[in-house]
């Protein structure tokens, strides 16, 4: 077989590659900042439900 080389990419200049650099970190750093909210939002639900479950337990064991 012949190896077409019409798709190959052309190299990326300096300023090509800050540029996408540049997003690439911006992406990474929001994609950080939702997981992280992500994370907060299940362990407080994750207490939340916790708490339910143990109030009902309580009351429960007294009744």
Do not use: V, W
């Not at 190959?8 to 540029?19: C, G, V, Y």
């Not at 990474?28 to 916790?50: I, P």
């Amino acid at each position: 077989m012949t190896e077409d080389i019409s798709y190959r990419r052309k190299p990326l200049t300096p300023e090509q590659r800050q540029a996408r650099d540049a997003t690439r970190r911006i992406e990474a750093e929001k994609a950080m900042r939702d997981h992280e909210a992500a994370q907060k939002a299940f362990y407080a639900n994750k207490e939340r439900l916790r708490a339910e479950r143990l109030a009902r337990e309580q009351t429960e064991a007294k009744g």
